[in-house]
């Protein structure tokens, strides 16, 4: 098991917990970071419902390197980038047909 934060917590966009709702929010996600994120089982420097367009970025004071960041993310996240790809393509075509999304 590892004992890594989640990436969000290395983020950029990485506000802390809300005092009223409890909950680890974000620049993406004010309301609340979606468990598919915060546990690892979406990459989010692709795009995700509802993130307003904003995704997952080093902040500097944990990874100067972009390169060392990505390697940890790519380690890290249950999803690769091309796994990541399909469920968003397969979310879309649920959208389309008015099924709930879902991310397996």
């Known amino acids: ?4 934060a989640p990436m969000c917590y290395t ?3 990485y ?6 709702s409890n909950a680890r929010v974000c620049d993406a996600f ?3 970071i979606p468990d598919e ?3 690892y089982r979406y990459d989010h420097r692709l795009p995700f419902p509802n993130d307003n ?4 970025e080093p902040n500097p004071k ?3 390197d972009i390169d060392k960041f990505n390697k940890v993310a790519d380690t890290n996240t249950t999803k690769t980038m091309p796994d990541a ?6 979310n879309e075509e649920f959208r389309r047909l008015g099924i709930p999304e879902i991310f397996v």
């Open 1 to 4: 098991m590892s004992t890594l």
């Open 11 to 13: 983020c950029k966009h």
């Open 15 to 20: 506000r802390g917990i809300d005092t009223k």
């Open 30 to 32: 004010p309301e609340g």
């Open 37 to 39: 994120i915060r546990l």
């Open 53 to 56: 367009g904003i995704r997952l």
């Open 62 to 64: 944990y990874y100067p």
């Open 85 to 90: 790809e399909k469920i968003k393509k397969e």
